[in-house]
């Protein structure tokens, strides 16, 4: 308690050089200061309980100094890494941080558009949060088209700032059921996941990757599109299946069978070398197969000879396991009737619990043998 009292007692008095009156060395002092609270969950906690040292931090973050505003949002990447703190920062609405962060990114010229899109990330990770999060966003300029335009282009930002952490920010709105209504409704023609699935195979950011094929994963939760989304319009069994794909060769008969863009691959193809990022293109697969019209076209086009070749090779037990529970189900018998769509499966309380508690102590073993060989 005491510890508390003098830590407010010290932020109370340092707070007041963060003033715009404050001469720069001083400012840039106090505000590393609260740079160094924000990285210990003590300190965030106790600011997140004082709503005008939010709001003075935020105001710091249109510093006409660059290294003040560096070190404010710097503040804010710490802060908002916990999900009470990012729901402080999301409730204060005078001014509405959300859109002002979102009309930052989404300025060219924005100096440190990275940095915010980062604490965009963080404060759109769980489902509470996101869900203000849209709510806010839904009143601003800032729409999920403009995100996603934004994202879409490489050099959008003149700052020299990737923004690649958009990518997590696309990932953790699709959670929403809304957005990917959104997504297959209205913005069907436009197709955003068409422009998400360009990113599969981009190499320059694993994030900007990972954080496409999350978004897309996510999507695929969604099996009254599962026909659309395997059609020749958006075509996404190629997308999902080439980073999989090695640069092995099949005998003709199999080869015909395949999407025609993972026929004849080049030697040198190599395959996604990140393992989440694996895991999640076998989990865009896995949900496309729990409806049966999704199973039998994935049968069709022979994705399990990509899947066997991958499997030869792979190395991660954490990746083994929905590659092995993937490639069950494309060489399985069919569901009995009344048991094709896999979503719809009731599982009884009991066996749900000891399945849970199977996939836990799984994990843990897969985490102890991944950590012994790394």
């Given at each position: 308690?005491?510890?508390?009292?003098?830590?407010?007692?010290?932020?109370?008095e340092?707070l007041?050089?963060?003033?715009?009156?404050?001469?720069?060395?001083?400012?840039?002092?106090?505000?590393r200061?609260?740079?160094?609270?924000?990285?210990?969950?003590?300190?965030?906690?106790?600011?997140?309980?004082?709503?005008k040292?939010?709001?003075?931090?935020?105001?710091?973050?249109?510093?006409?100094?660059?290294?003040?505003?560096?070190?404010?949002?710097?503040?804010?990447?710490?802060?908002?890494?916990?999900?009470?703190?990012?729901?402080?920062?999301?409730?204060?609405?005078t001014?509405?941080?959300?859109?002002?962060?979102?009309?930052?990114?989404?300025?060219?010229?924005?100096?440190?558009?990275?940095?915010?899109?980062?604490?965009?990330?963080?404060?759109?990770?769980?489902?509470?949060?996101?869900?203000?999060?849209?709510?806010?966003?839904?009143?601003?300029?800032?729409?999920?088209?403009?995100?996603?335009?934004?994202?879409?282009?490489?050099?959008?930002?003149?700052?020299?700032?990737?923004?690649?952490?958009?990518?997590?920010?696309?990932?953790?709105?699709?959670?929403?059921?809304?957005i990917?209504?959104?997504?297959?409704?209205?913005?069907?023609?436009?197709?955003?996941?068409?422009?998400?699935?360009?990113?599969?195979?981009?190499?320059?950011?694993?994030?900007?990757?990972?954080?496409?094929?999350?978004?897309?994963?996510?999507?695929?939760?969604?099996?009254?599109?599962?026909?659309?989304?395997?059609?020749?319009?958006?075509?996404?069994?190629?997308?999902?299946?080439?980073?999989?794909?090695?640069?092995?060769?099949?005998?003709?008969?199999?080869?015909e069978?395949?999407?025609?863009?993972?026929?004849?691959?080049?030697?040198?193809?190599?395959?996604e070398?990140?393992?989440?990022?694996?895991?999640?293109?076998?989990?865009?697969?896995?949900?496309?197969?729990?409806?049966?019209?999704?199973?039998?076209?994935?049968?069709?086009k022979n994705?399990?000879?990509?899947?066997?070749?991958?499997?030869k090779?792979?190395?991660?037990?954490?990746?083994?396991?929905?590659?092995?529970?993937?490639?069950?189900i494309?060489?399985?018998?069919?569901?009995?009737?009344?048991?094709?769509?896999?979503?719809?499966?009731?599982?009884?309380?009991?066996?749900?619990?000891?399945?849970?508690?199977?996939?836990?102590?799984?994990?843990?073993?897969?985490?102890?043998?991944?950590?012994?060989?790394?």
């Amino acid at each position: 308690m005491s510890s508390t009292a003098g830590t407010g007692n010290e932020a109370e008095e340092v707070l007041q050089f963060l003033s715009p009156s404050t001469r720069v060395d001083l400012k840039i002092t106090a505000l590393r200061y609260f740079v160094g609270l924000s990285g210990s969950d003590e300190g965030r906690n106790f600011i997140a309980s004082r709503q005008k040292m939010i709001t003075t931090l935020f105001d710091l973050t249109a510093d006409v100094i660059s290294a003040v505003s560096k070190d404010a949002f710097l503040f804010f990447i710490n802060f908002t890494s916990n999900e009470d703190c990012a729901w402080k920062v999301l409730s204060v609405d005078t001014p509405c941080i959300l859109n002002t962060w979102l009309h930052y990114v989404v300025t060219k010229e924005s100096e440190h558009a990275d940095a915010v899109c980062m604490i965009l990330s963080n404060l759109t990770r769980s489902e509470k949060c996101c869900r203000k999060a849209l709510q806010y966003m839904q009143s601003g300029k800032v729409t999920l088209e403009t995100i996603v335009d934004v994202f879409c282009q490489i050099d959008y930002n003149t700052s020299h700032n990737g923004l690649h952490y958009l990518g997590p920010v696309l990932s953790n709105f699709t959670q929403l059921h809304e957005i990917r209504k959104h997504i297959f409704g209205e913005d069907k023609d436009r197709s955003i996941i068409k422009r998400l699935l360009t990113f599969t195979t981009y190499m320059d950011s694993t994030i900007r990757r990972g954080g496409a094929v999350a978004a897309i994963r996510n999507c695929c939760f969604e099996a009254a599109f599962h026909d659309w989304l395997l059609g020749n319009s958006v075509d996404i069994l190629s997308q999902l299946l080439l980073p999989l794909a090695g640069p092995e060769e099949f005998d003709e008969e199999d080869t015909e069978t395949l999407p025609i863009d993972l026929q004849y691959l080049p030697d040198d193809k190599k395959r996604e070398p990140d393992p989440d990022i694996r895991i999640m293109l076998l989990e865009c697969l896995a949900q496309l197969c729990t409806t049966k019209p999704g199973r039998v076209y994935i049968k069709s086009k022979n994705a399990y000879i990509i899947l066997r070749e991958l499997h030869k090779v792979e190395k991660y037990p954490s990746v083994k396991v929905p590659l092995e529970n993937l490639i069950q189900i494309l060489i399985g018998d069919e569901p009995c009737q009344g048991m094709e769509n896999l979503q719809a499966v009731a599982i009884p309380e009991p066996l749900k619990a000891k399945f849970l508690q199977s996939d836990k102590e799984e994990a843990k073993e897969i985490a102890a043998e991944e950590n012994s060989t790394s």
